[in-house]
């Protein structure tokens, strides 16, 4: 069940009312304040009548969450036809349902705790799926990835109006086309993924912009995804490194004002852009993801 691409890009917005709620306090001098904070609510995932996972999250995009959790888990594999995505949402609840029987039992009883935000969880073997993978090849220009950091840094965004969030960006070229935010990195990653596979979009020519750190569970992700290049504002693990250098995933870290560093598939880059010429973050944005690192 392929459905119609929505209008293009697809955006946080920080004015919905379900997303923050304003909080009294007192700040570091005892005078009253009150500040917008991000909303957190339970996401109950059932596929085919089983309750797979309950997840921490701030509530928009349910349909994508859902299906990008289980795609990016191997229960829901490519060309898999999915009859039914329904949100309930008194129960905060989605269930998914496809024509045949998934083979989520085995994966269910194995489970492994992540690195993420909000304590992200994986079933199954977290390297199933990409055991001799090789990532399509692709031109990466440093202009796009100057002209990305520049648009993203100043797009409307919940981390803006509230803080305590991770944003990730699915980008083609020089252009941010799907803008998602979660309280946990895996999250958002999830949502661009259900995004994807509700509406057959490729990742072959695609870039991956996050504001987290490129952890094992990132570029695993983004390699389940087919997409060859993940970029972020912040670092590297050592196993991301070593994972996305098995699979051929370009693989850039630190990509803040003039700077970047690239630890795997440096070979896609073309430098047709000067440096010295790109101005550096402004500072009202500067410390955007800064505390991912």
């Not at 004002?257 to 973050?281: H, I, K, M, W, Y």
């Amino acid at each position: 069940m392929i459905r119609p691409l929505p209008p293009l890009p697809i955006l946080p917005d920080p004015d919905a009312p379900s997303l923050t709620r304003a909080v009294a306090g007192i700040d570091q001098t005892g005078a009253a304040v009150d500040l917008r904070v991000v909303e957190e609510r339970p996401l109950t995932i059932w596929l085919n009548g089983r309750e797979i996972v309950t997840a921490m999250t701030i509530g928009d995009h349910p349909d994508y969450l859902a299906l990008g959790f289980l795609r990016n888990q191997g229960m829901l594999r490519d060309g898999e036809t999915v009859t039914g995505v329904d949100y309930d949402e008194e129960t905060e609840a989605v269930i998914i349902r496809t024509a045949n029987p998934t083979d989520y039992e085995d994966k269910l009883a194995r489970k492994t705790r992540t690195s993420g935000c909000a304590v992200g969880t994986v079933f199954g073997d977290m390297m199933e799926g990409i055991a001799g993978l090789q990532l399509p090849p692709a031109e990466v220009r440093t202009s796009w990835l100057y002209a990305l950091a520049r648009q993203i840094n100043t797009l409307p965004s919940l981390y803006l109006a509230a803080g305590a969030i991770h944003g990730t960006v699915l980008c083609e070229q020089d252009r941010a086309l799907v803008y998602m935010e979660d309280v946990g990195r895996h999250n958002a990653v999830d949502k661009i993924a259900g995004f994807m596979f509700s509406h057959g979009v490729s990742g072959a020519d695609k870039i991956l912009y996050t504001t987290g750190r490129l952890t094992s569970e990132m570029v695993i992700k983004c390699a389940q995804m087919g997409i060859p290049v993940l970029a972020s504002r912040s670092g590297f693990t050592g196993w991301g490194v070593e994972i996305a250098q098995q699979v051929g995933l370009t693989l850039i870290g630190r990509m803040r004002g003039q700077r970047f560093t690239c630890l795997s598939g440096a070979e896609r880059l073309l430098f047709d852009a000067d440096p010295g010429a790109v101005a550096d973050e402004d500072r009202r944005h500067r410390r955007k993801g800064a505390g991912d690192d």
